[in-house]
């Protein structure tokens, strides 16, 4: 039974930080793709950043290039989002992902097969 669990969100004002993990069990894959996916009221679910693990590639969202960074360690089965200089607009729910369908770190939420029950990230002005 493939489980992940994302924590880390809270309450932070504009310009500061956050980080997010995400810790999964159950998933047997040595190859896979991994990421983080936001979803704030009244929209879609989008991709704010991928990992595989094949060759470390990754995929970030041209609104956090720069901002937020995405690491993992598969030793410990754990997954990261480090968020500086944090915006408004990143106020979302924030959920992690996995998937062994796809070993590139696709943008796409279809691609994934697990989810994270997501943690909530509040920017304030």
């Known amino acids: 039974d493939v489980q992940l669990q994302a924590s880390g969100g809270g309450l932070v004002q504009a310009g500061g930080s956050l980080r997010l993990s995400c810790a999964h069990s159950g998933f047997t894959s040595r190859y896979y793709a991994t990421g983080w996916f936001r979803q704030a009221p009244g929209k879609e679910r989008e991709a704010v950043s991928c990992i595989s693990t094949s060759a470390g590639s990754t995929y970030y969202a041209d609104s956090v290039k720069g901002r937020f960074t995405i690491s993992s360690d598969s030793t410990k089965n754990m997954l990261y989002l480090q968020m500086n200089s944090l915006k408004p607009e990143d106020t979302a729910v924030y959920y992690c992902?996995?998937?062994?369908?796809?070993?590139?770190?696709?943008?796409?939420?279809?691609?994934?097969?697990?989810w994270g029950r997501g943690t909530q990230v509040t920017v304030s002005s």
């Open positions: 992902a996995i998937t062994d369908w796809v070993t590139i770190p696709s943008p796409n939420p279809y691609d994934y097969d697990y």
